[in-house]
């Protein structure tokens, strides 16, 4: 059993269904804002998501006769302070990450063609983002919020650095590439997860047991160095899938001797970690339902054979 790859039509994230809420803004020609229909019935906070994101603009970019939103203007406040980006802007789109983000997407789509069909599946529109003035921060690599379903953020940091520990004094498409199949396999899970009972009835999040991440020690926050049961579940779906990506680039030869080299580190790091959450999650089995054991025995399988 895996974690599915398509979303099912007529089903929540369907953003072609007969909904007249997601029906107004297709006659209105305002797509871009589908997914904030979403955001409103998952949040439930009375907040009209929908209505804010109208006053987003986009700009759209393709790759393999695909497109997608590329947002741009100010982020409206509602939304950042429900996805956490307060501290963010959107940045202004150049010639330069242009064609980084195509160049991107189009490796994703000539190379990795199953990684490139689940970004297109399960991604619409991309928040490229920096710090505003001012915060000094560690500022974010890439994420995704369950809360908003289609909709991936990344910084400039996602064109030189691999998470958790690989970071490229080069930029690279690459690895802008790498870092938007990680967030479209977080999206992919969430989309699971909530369609799907994969966590015992008693399970919760905030009581849930810890896993200790030796290899996020020196971040100094606890938070990552301790994960509850459902994200060291995500992160061994998404190491499953970066594992492939990265062992598909080391067989080619096209990567300049930068890239090579953390291609290189970052799938050494990440073959211990996912046998090591792997091993983790089983012994965890109480806290998933026969539904999410099945999907452990799938990962299992997964892990096995990379």
Request: glycine share 6%; net charge negative.
């Amino acid at each position: 059993m895996q974690i599915t790859t398509t979303v099912e039509p007529g089903s929540f994230f369907d953003l072609g269904r007969q909904d007249p809420a997601l029906i107004r803004l297709r006659e209105d020609d305002a797509q871009q804002a589908l997914p904030f229909v979403l955001m409103e019935h998952l949040v439930k906070s009375g907040v009209p998501y929908a209505e804010h994101a109208r006053t987003l603009r986009s700009e759209r970019v393709y790759a393999a006769g695909t497109g997608f939103d590329w947002f741009h203007g100010e982020l409206p406040g509602q939304i950042a302070d429900e996805i956490n980006l307060t501290d963010y802007e959107i940045t202004e789109h150049t010639d330069g990450r242009r064609v980084a983000l195509i160049r991107a997407l189009e490796r994703l789509a000539t190379v990795h063609p199953d990684a490139f069909a689940r970004v297109r599946e399960f991604v619409r529109g991309f928040l490229w983002v920096g710090l505003k003035p001012g915060f000094r921060a560690s500022s974010l690599t890439s994420s995704s919020d369950p809360a908003l379903p289609y909709v991936i953020v990344f910084s400039e940091k996602a064109r030189r650095h691999i998470p958790p520990n690989t970071v490229s004094p080069e930029p690279s498409h690459l690895f802008l590439a790498e870092n938007l199949l990680h967030e479209a396999v977080h999206q992919s899970v969430s989309f699971h997860v909530l369609q799907h009972q994969v966590f015992a009835d008693e399970y919760s999040s905030k009581t849930s047991p810890k896993i200790e991440i030796a290899w996020r020690a020196t971040q100094g926050v606890t938070r990552n160095q301790f994960w509850e049961v459902d994200r060291a579940f995500h992160a061994t779906c998404v190491y499953n899938q970066l594992l492939r990506f990265r062992r598909a680039e080391l067989a080619r030869d096209d990567l300049t001797a930068n890239e090579r080299a953390h291609v290189q580190a970052a799938y050494d790091e990440g073959m211990p970690a996912v046998r090591y959450l792997m091993d983790q999650l089983e012994l965890l089995g109480e806290h998933f339902t026969v539904h999410g054991r099945g999907l452990l025995t799938g990962l299992r399988h997964q892990t096995d054979q990379l």
